[in-house]
């Protein structure tokens, strides 16, 4: 089984569209994110939520904005898309006890913005 | 977080122990030592972390220096799916929201 999963997993759209991106975990962890991975391959953390509160929002522009519908799901979605969105989103999870616990990864969303 | 610094890139042969270097001698006492590697068009992988003392697990061993200023990552019989970038991160403890910071990392090249 999948830990944790993403989709789509390409996603190639006009400038000016609204698309989403959805991530799902199956471990049982309390904490999710949004990390964004440019063409120069410099990984990033843009979101986090921890028990679908919002405690991380790094300095990410407010036409992205993440959803958690529950502690399993955190969705991200992209108003206004720019071609600087271009790029690969990561998601992952951890279960936030202690603050020593390792992070797992999805296979990424491939965006593309023409 | 602390700063750590790798090498650019690296190369080893199959089979033989790829040794991974990072220095992080500004890191504080309650910031544990991450190693995380990406394969090419995956996601970030868990490998290996510790506070001060050696660690090792069924992926690698974690050498820590006595004043915590640098570890090593060692993979003992490298294959060629070890080919990756190998990122070393140090992050303090946190309890929830604790994030990675990722540098630009090792890229490891394993030859057959």
């Known amino acids: 089984d999948t830990a944790v999963s993403q989709t789509p997993k390409y996603l190639v759209t006009q400038m000016g569209n609204d698309k989403s991106i959805k991530c799902e975990q199956n471990l049982g962890h309390d904490t999710m994110y949004w990390y964004k991975q440019d063409s120069k391959k410099f990984l990033k953390i843009m979101f986090s939520y921890n028990n679908k509160e919002l405690i991380i929002n790094e300095t990410v522009p407010n036409r992205f904005s993440p959803k958690s519908p529950d502690k399993a799901h955190l969705n991200l979605h992209i108003n206004s898309l720019e071609l600087g969105d271009s790029a690969v989103y990561f998601c992952a999870s951890t279960r936030s006890a202690g603050g020593g616990e390792t992070q797992y990864f999805g296979p990424g969303t491939r965006l593309l913005v023409l | 977080d602390a700063k750590t610094t790798q090498p650019t890139s690296m190369d080893c042969a199959e089979g033989r122990a790829a040794n991974l270097p990072c220095n992080h001698s500004t890191i504080s006492g309650n910031e544990y030592v991450y190693w995380y590697r990406q394969i090419h068009s995956q996601g970030p992988q868990y490998i290996i972390h510790g506070l001060k003392n050696n660690e090792t697990n069924e992926m690698a061993s974690l050498i820590i220096t006595e004043d915590r200023k640098s570890s090593t990552l060692i993979l003992p019989h490298a294959t060629l799916r070890d080919t990756a970038v190998y990122y070393c991160?140090?992050?303090?403890?946190?309890?929830?929201?604790?994030?990675?910071?990722f540098g630009e990392g090792t890229q490891l090249t394993v030859n057959p």
């Open positions: 991160i140090v992050k303090p403890l946190e309890t929830s929201g604790s994030r990675l910071t």
